[in-house]
């Protein structure tokens, strides 16, 4: 019912900057919070960014904090991260999600999952 579309990922220096897009078609009402999470190699999927339908909860892990500004444009149907200062240890797999009901960080709660795009910083 909800198709989530990830763009914007690529090679970056660390240090730099990348601006990732989720774009969301169907029923776009169904995704009252949206959400980033990363998963590297080896590793578990975890939380990033996550944003409510009207933008007045907003929610980041503390290791981006102060580089990492999730947005979104419902009219676009459309969620951003933008990142800067980007760090070796960003690199990852960057996975765009929706919650149909309520905000949180837990990915098993969120019930749609885009295909993801690959960051890589190097140092």
């Known amino acids: 019912q909800v198709q989530l579309v990830e763009s914007g990922g690529g090679l970056v220096q660390a240090g730099g900057s990348l601006r990732l897009s989720c774009a969301a078609s169907g029923r776009t009402s169904s995704t009252y919070a949206m959400g980033w999470f990363r998963q590297a190699p080896g590793k578990e999927r975890k939380f990033v960014a996550s944003?409510?339908?009207?933008?007045?909860?907003?929610y980041y892990t503390d290791s981006v904090k102060g580089r990492f500004t999730i947005s979104r444009d419902n009219a676009k149907n459309t969620v951003y991260l933008q990142m800067n200062s980007l760090k070796p240890e960003d690199t990852a797999v960057y996975i765009c999600a929706a919650n149909e009901r309520y905000i949180t960080t837990r990915a098993l709660a969120y019930d749609y999952w885009g295909q993801g795009t690959q960051v890589t910083v190097s140092s």
């Open positions: 944003i409510n339908w009207s933008s007045s909860e907003i």
